[in-house]
C-alpha cells in the first residue's frame, strides 16, 4: 500500500493553481468597446488616469472621453514613471472630489499601477504607505477598475501587482493582492501606435523578463510554462521589426499579446531575481525599468542552469540556439540591436556603487522564488561581470 501510493505521488504533478480573474479583450480597435464595458458596470463618472504627456499628445484621452458617452469622464494626468505614494494619494483625492464610480488605468504599467490602488482603496481609511507593506489586508474593492495599457512590456493589464516608489527611503514597493486584478482589460495595439522608440525597447526587455522569469520561477507550473514560451515566440519573432518600425500593426500587434502572456504567466508565478535587483537600479539609479531588469538577466540565464534542466530545451527552442552560452549571448545581442546599454557603466554606476544596490535589491524574500538560491557573493559576482 505504501509503495502504491508513493508511486501515485511520485507520478502526478505537485499541487499548483493558476487564476486570471481579468476579462480581457483584445485586437484592434477594441478600444471602441469601453463604453459597453463601463455600462455594463452601471458606472456614471469615469477617473481616466494616464501619464503626463503621451495620452493627450496623441488623442487618446480625447477619444476616450467620446467614446464613454453618456458616461461622464474626468481625466487625471498626473502620473510619472515609477509613481510616488503621493502621487497615488492624489489621484484617490481627485476620484473622491470628482464622485467618481469607476477608474480606468491609460498608459503604461505605471498608470495601470496607479488605477489599480484607487480602485481598492479610494474608501478606506488606510494610507498608501500601509497598503505597501504586506500582507494586504482588504476584503473588497472600492470601484471597478478597466485597464487600457499603450505599451507593450508591463503586462501590467494582467497581473495583481501594483508597484510604487517610495520616495523618501529611495524604495520601490510592490503591492501584491487578488483584488489588483483589473476587471477588465482593453488591449487595442492601435494604441501601441503611439510608443517611441525607446520605450518600445525598454518595454519589451520588460516582457521578455517576466516571460523567462515566469517559465524558471519554482512557483512555475505547466499553464504558465506554456504561456510564458508562447510569450517569448511572439516578443522574439517581433522586436526588432517593431523597434525599426513602430507603425508596423503586426509586429506591434504580436508584442502586444507577447507583453500581455508575460504578465499572465507572470501574475501567477511572480517574480525572481533580475526583477528583485533592479528595483534599486530604478529608485536610485533612474534606469527605466525593463532596462534595470534586462541587464542581469543574461547572465541570471547561465547561473540558474544548472537549476532548471528539465526546463532549458524549451528556452533554446524559442531562441533557436544551442547552448545556454549561445541564450545568454542572443539576450545580450537583442539588447544592442534595439540601442540599449548592457553594462552599468554605461549608465553611469561604478564599482563603488554594488554594495548599496546588493544591500537594497537582495533581500532573501525577494529571491526567495528564485530557482537556484541566490547568495549575495553572486550578485556581487553578476554586478562585477556586467560592470
Ligand atoms: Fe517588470
Redesign the pocket.
Known amino acids: 500500500m505504501i509503495i502504491l501510493l508513493s508511486v501515485i505521488f511520485m507520478s502526478g504533478h505537485t499541487i499548483w493553481n493558476f487564476q486570471i480573474p481579468t476579462r480581457i479583450i483584445f485586437g484592434e480597435g477594441c478600444l471602441d468597446q469601453i463604453s459597453k464595458i463601463t455600462t455594463e458596470f452601471g458606472a456614471k463618472k469615469a477617473l481616466i488616469i494616464t501619464g503626463r504627456k503621451a495620452m493627450r499628445q496623441h488623442g487618446v484621452i480625447d477619444r476616450m472621453i467620446n467614446l464613454l458617452e453618456p458616461i461622464e469622464a474626468h481625466s487625471f494626468e498626473e502620473v510619472e514613471p515609477n509613481p510616488s505614494f503621493e502621487t497615488i494619494e492624489n489621484a484617490i483625492r481627485v476620484f473622491k472630489e470628482q464622485n467618481c464610480d469607476i477608474v480606468i488605468g491609460l498608459g503604461g504599467g505605471s498608470p495601470l499601477d496607479v488605477a489599480k490602488v484607487v480602485a481598492a482603496l479610494s474608501k478606506k481609511e488606510k494610507t498608501i504607505a500601509e497598503f505597501f507593506v504586506p500582507p494586504i489586508k482588504i476584503e473588497s474593492k472600492d470601484c471597478p477598475m478597466i485597464a487600457v495599457p499603450s505599451t507593450s512590456g508591463?503586462g501590467s493589464e494582467a497581473t495583481p501587482f501594483s508597484v510604487a516608489t517610495d520616495t523618501e527611503k529611495e524604495e520601490k514597493k510592490v503591492a501584491t493582492h487578488r483584488l489588483l486584478f483589473p476587471e477588465t482589460s482593453l488591449v487595442d495595439p492601435l494604441i501601441y501606435k503611439t510608443m517611441p522608440k525607446d520605450v518600445i525597447a525598454q518595454t519589451g526587455l520588460?516582457a521578455i523578463?517576466?516571460a523567462i522569469e515566469a517559465y524558471w520561477a519554482k512557483r512555475a507550473q505547466p499553464i504558465t510554462d506554456t504561456i510564458a514560451l508562447d510569450a517569448l515566440r511572439h516578443i522574439f519573432s517581433n522586436f526588432r521589426i517593431a523597434y525599426q518600425d513602430s507603425g508596423n500593426s503586426i509586429a506591434l500587434s504580436e508584442m502586444a499579446l507577447g507583453s500581455l502572456e508575460g504578465g499572465m504567466a507572470l501574475s501567477n508565478t511572480f517574480?525572481t531575481a533580475s526583477?528583485a535587483i533592479s528595483f534599486p537600479l530604478t529608485a536610485k539609479y533612474n534606469i527605466p525599468?525593463?532596462l534595470a531588469?534586462a541587464l542581469t538577466l543574461p547572465l541570471f540565464l547561465e547561473f540558474n542552469a544548472p537549476s532548471i534542466q528539465n526546463k532549458i530545451s524549451g528556452l533554446l527552442n524559442v531562441m533557436n540556439v544551442k547552448s545556454i552560452k549561445e541564450a545568454s549571448k542572443f539576450l545580450t545581442k537583442l539588447m544592442k540591436d534595439i540601442g540599449q546599454p548592457t553594462r552599468l557603466s554605461e549608465l553611469g554606476i561604478g564599482k563603488d556603487d554594488i554594495p548599496w544596490i546588493i544591500e537594497n535589491g537582495f533581500t532573501p524574500s525577494r529571491v526567495a522564488n528564485n530557482p537556484r538560491e541566490v547568495k549575495a557573493k553572486d550578485v556581487e559576482d553578476i554586478l562585477m561581470e556586467i560592470l
Request: proline residues 0%.
Open positions: 508591463t520588460d523578463s517576466h517574480a526583477h525599468h525593463g531588469v
